[in-house]
């Protein structure tokens, strides 16, 4: 009984990653297609380079990209085994196909492309919400991706350096190809994308959590479950600076209320020292 309600489950969930893969390869390939082609914004990563490619060899972007998959691809599998590039597998075929699919899509929705920086900003947020959802799903979206997994797994240089350098070179082409202004209004769709990858791995913070230090623990107590609404917890703790023993107090309040508590807290000790994170989870209270 309890294995097949352990098989439906991971059904379920097979269906459903895959269908969000799917959904997000669609919906990247109708930006690229809608925003990003008609702009020649090269952005770095497979899209960019199929730019470039196209503008010097008059390649067409979606078998460009299908190619360049297929080599990265096999490439991967030479090096790290099937195992490990198999997240990458359907990302390769689907989103070229999916490019070439829905390449006449400015024939159905007009978009005025005079203003690039808004189409920057929204190329930036589908792109980082495509890719973070792929991630998230626990695939790849092949390409670029992939050559940085390769490198990592084979020379033990991070992914984050190889992605800045092959994205850099790629944007660099793109500014040699189109002009100095592409190459900033790629920094603009990276740098929102990167933002929105983060908020869709992670989520957006919606509490704050309040870490204190102060010598007037019992008046901020009071505040923070009197006038903030709020539990706490202690920790003892001593002061490496100051070689002082005293009371560490943890608490969590909504980031609505983040003003008041730290006014609070000052208002209360002007030598309180406090540091504040983001919280993405609260469950049963601080």
């Known amino acids: 009984m309890l294995s097949n309600i352990v098989e439906v489950i991971a059904e379920k969930r097979l269906f459903k990653r895959y269908g969000l893969l799917l959904l997000a390869l669609f919906i990247s390939a109708i930006s690229y297609n809608l925003l990003i082609y008609p702009t020649k914004i090269v952005a770095g990563g497979g899209n960019g380079l199929s730019i470039v490619v196209e503008w010097a060899f008059h390649l067409s972007p979606s078998l460009f990209i299908l190619m360049f998959n297929v080599v990265v ?18 990302a390769s075929f689907v989103y070229p196909f999916f490019v070439d699919v829905t390449s006449g899509i400015t024939t159905i929705i007009s978009v005025n492309n005079s203003d690039i920086p808004l189409i920057c900003l929204f190329a930036g947020i589908i792109s980082g919400w495509t890719s973070g959802i792929i991630y998230k799903m626990g695939f790849s979206s092949g ?18 350096k190889t992605s800045f350098t092959i994205n850099l070179i790629i944007v660099l082409l793109g500014g040699l190809c189109f002009g100095i202004n592409n190459i900033m209004y790629a920094v603009i769709v990276i740098f929102v994308s990167s933002i929105v990858i983060d908020k869709v791995l992670i ?13 007037k623990e019992k008046e901020v107590r009071e505040f923070l479950i009197n006038e903030v609404g709020h539990g706490i917890t202690e920790f003892n703790v001593i002061s490496g600076y100051l070689n002082q023993k005293g009371k560490m107090l943890m608490t969590a309040v909504p980031t609505k209320d983040y003003f008041k508590t730290s006014t609070g807290i000052k208002d209360i000790d002007k030598d309180a020292f406090f540091i504040v994170t983001d919280s993405y989870q609260l469950l049963n209270g601080a």
């Open 73 to 90: 691809l096999i490439i991967g599998v030479l090096a790290l085994g099937i195992e490990k590039t198999s997240g990458a597998l359907v």
């Open 143 to 160: 390409g670029t991706s992939l050559i940085n997994q390769i490198v990592f797994e084979k020379a033990k240089i991070s992914i984050s």
């Open 203 to 215: 989520g957006i913070s919606k509490n704050k959590v309040f870490y204190i230090f102060t010598t």
